[in-house]
């Protein structure tokens, strides 16, 4: 829905139940609507229902005494006494060929901040990264990519899980499995995963075992060299073996794991002392929250710190340090109670307003768990989660088998087959629903980006068969938008900024699938009526299509898939 703003000034109100609509109309926006009613009847209903009459003659004089604008064609009443505002078809025209001239950059929403950070991937050491970690670093990348794209410098951070208890055990379990070693034997990712599930069932039966591992953990903190050479070699392998299946996800990404803010941590917790926050617990250094019957563990009284620690240490440096003013966080909805405490904490010591909107802002975007339908949790048949390499792999290959079965291996080098059959399966996974299935992705019906990337590529077909220099129709080509078809196109084409502004400010990159979804099945219906080569309109049509591979391409760039040309 197109907001026009209230910056129109008013014209002088010639009647008088106007005096008492004045106030409201210079609070509210009006809502500008392509045709279908608006509730400007709001606006009459606050003192007393209207009737009918009334309604209609207040909607009249809200049409009086609007100012002219090239923005409207016309405005009418409707019977329920909504206003209807139908925007001009030149101005629309004119808004596209200055986006075509201009570049997309030119439709940037712009934001309240200047400098984020997104944490999101952030898998545990010596774990491979599963669809759940899969999940964060998709949305978590694509978030980052809507705000970079809105000109917010954003600081991408893999806030890795290298410093906790996990760790520890997994080191003495090492010690354990090969005495007299330093730990650093094993050196397959495969082994050190097999190694850690069974250090973690040791851990759990053994209460001894428990013990020894809690203390390597403390003794890793206090910078004890001979848990330190096996901890740096164990983050060495996973880090090795995580950037493989980051980098073919294209995605980019900083590694500033939980030990990274270790030399924090004195600081941050002596802020919270001064401000007389931190309380002795059984040993234990703590904060009490509000609402929280746990308290917020600081240091145990091992001496050793917790996931809280560093994420307390975490937000304190982005805060002081990056200067970041918005910290998004992306993770499975099951940490929602963490990072509750983590930001009731941060505003209690007055590191973040107490206004949970206004900036600097922290937010957790949270998503469910992905099921393998009937409600069941998807996972192998030999592990609890699914490797993310897996899905990868598997995705391509069937997508690979899709093309070869339509014949374009005639039609493609080999390069070209593999890179299209990478860009689908990997842009079908990103756009995967909470219900896995490799069908369902793989289809080229629906809400799906196989549907979307065929799309495209049929747009870039059409202009390809024109045999016209598009660049060259963009400099002095003319668009209008005459026919039904070509408005609600543009309509929606217009509609770009406002996906991506929701889409950043509500934290769903969500919004803008949909948004680029409905243009597709836009796009669809205005080819399907609208003859575009040999038409009187070609050159406006043209211009049209090229706008909507455009804003198209945008889209698939924000949710990080690669566009092919041919499907
Ligand atoms: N390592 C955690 C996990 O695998 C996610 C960390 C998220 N980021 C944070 N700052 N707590 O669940």
Known sequence: MLLLDNHFPMKKLVLSPWLLLRPLLERKRLEIIDGLPNNAMRLCSIKKLPSHCELLFYGQ?????LPTSEMVQSCF????????????SKWMAKGIASMLTNGIDSWAPTLPVKRAVVDFCSPNIAKEMHVGHGRSTIIGDSLARMLEYSNVHVLRRNHVGDWGTNVGMLIEYLFEQFPGSDGTAVTAIGDLQSLYRDSKAKFYWDPDFRRKAQLAAVRLQGGDP????????ICEISRTESAKVIK??????EEKGESFYKPYIANMI???????????????????????????????????????TTDMAALWYRLNEEKAEWIIYVTEAGQQGHFDMLFKAARKAGWLPSNVKTYPRASHASFGKVHGGGNKQFRSRYTDTVPLVALLHEAKGRSKTALIKRGYDKEMTLDELDQTAEAVGCGALKSTSYTFSYDQMLS?????????????????????KSGKDIDELKKRGKLALDHAEERALGLHLLQFTEAVEEACTKLLPNVVCKYLYKLSKQYTKFYFNCRVIGSAEETSRLLLCEATAIVMRKCFHL?????????
């Open 77 to 88: 009443v409707a019977d329920h006494g909504s206003v209807n505002v139908v925007l001009s």
């Open 226 to 233: 001979a848990y330190l050479k096996p901890w740096a070699h």
């Open 444 to 464: 080229d019906k629906g809400d799906t980006a196989v549907y979307l990337l065929k799309v495209h590529a049929r747009i870039c077909s059409v202009i390809r």
């Open 559 to 567: 949710l990080g898939i690669t566009p092919v040309d041919k499907l």
């Open 270 to 308: 002596g802020d919270l002392k001064s401000k007389g926050l931190v309380k002795e617990s059984d040993g234990a250094q703590v904060m009490f929250i509000k609402d929280f019957m746990i308290p917020l563990m600081l240091v145990k009284s091992d001496g050793g710190f917790t996931y809280n």
């Open 61 to 65: 004089a809200l049409i009086m005494n």
């Open 248 to 253: 073919r996800l294209q995605v980019e990404l």
